[in-house]
């Protein structure tokens, strides 16, 4: 992996201190399940290497009704999955971290690990940007709290500065009759890279029908994960039914910007993104009890 200086502090404050000291040249390792295998295939060399896992108040979840939801940027991606908290009011959050990986690689990834590598394929990314969550980046000179759909400039590439650190994951409370789920199409199942993901969040009304509020996000078909801002607008203030269904799931392929690699085609990427925004759809309708 090459020489690089290793670093294990005890608190947060040697931790940004580190960072605003060695900036672009340090890398910080939470659970290591990206940073490693690049490391050992030599695409990133840092010549310091942070060690955080002892930071053990970043790696709790916490709901509250007036607060929401405040996950840990150090949480696994296992304990997520397994999390009774999330699986009362949010669910589709530990059924799209069921499909990170395997589960000794969800043992030790984190959540803020996930998101700060920032591949366009990242599981974790869609469903959390379908629900708005906000990250928290705090540094020596103070925190602030970025929208998950503004984090994201590139493959590998974020808003986040070299001295700062993700501490947190916010999630506001979720509205009554609110619903959602992640699907991921993979060619070997979910321990592979998506292929595409497609996360959906519906909040119907008080009736129970229309669908006051529509969250779309799309991963691995853009060089981001990406809202599908005009799929959404194509349901929103509508009663689902399975011809509304099909457009969207239409609208939201032409929205994509997928391309070709060893792993699929661009067009055989727009056609699944077809099939899953349907099922994804139809998958959150058969939760708000809809008959489509």
Do not use: W
Request: net charge positive.
């Amino acid at each position: 992996m090459g020489p690089f200086v290793y670093l294990e502090p005890k608190s947060m404050e040697e931790v940004l201190s580190i960072l605003t000291k060695y900036g672009e040249k340090v890398k910080v390792l939470a659970g290591g399940t990206d940073l490693v295998p690049l490391m050992r295939e030599k695409s990133l060399k840092p010549q310091y290497v942070v060690n955080i896992g002892n930071l053990d108040s970043y790696k709790s979840i916490h709901a509250d009704r007036k607060a929401g939801l405040r996950i840990g940027a150090l949480t696994t991606i296992r304990k997520i999955e397994t999390s009774s908290i999330l699986k009362t009011e949010y669910k589709m959050i530990p059924q799209a971290a069921a499909q990170l990986a395997s589960i000794p690689i969800r043992n030790v990834a984190t959540i803020g690990g996930n998101l700060c590598n920032a591949s366009p394929a990242a599981d974790m990314a869609p469903i959390l940007m379908a629900l708005s969550a906000r990250v928290k980046l705090v540094s020596t000179a103070g925190e602030r709290l970025v929208a998950l759909t503004d984090f994201f400039t590139g493959p590998a590439d974020t808003v986040r500065k070299p001295d700062e650190l993700m501490t947190e994951v916010q999630i506001a409370q979720l509205p009554p009759n609110t619903h959602g789920a992640y699907l991921k199409c993979s060619i070997k199942g979910g321990q592979e890279l998506a292929l595409v993901g497609v996360a959906v969040v519906i909040t119907l009304d008080s009736g129970g029908k229309t669908c006051n509020d529509v969250k779309i996000a799309l991963g691995a078909v853009a060089p981001t994960p990406i809202r599908a801002h005009k799929a959404e607008a194509t349901i929103k203030g509508k009663a689902l039914n399975s011809e509304l269904i099909r457009e969207a799931a239409q609208v939201a392929s032409r929205e994509a910007n997928p391309i070709d690699d060893i792993r699929g085609s661009a067009e055989y990427r727009k056609e699944m993104l077809k099939v899953f925004t349907r099922d994804a759809l139809n998958q959150v309708a058969d939760l708000t009890g809809l008959s489509v």
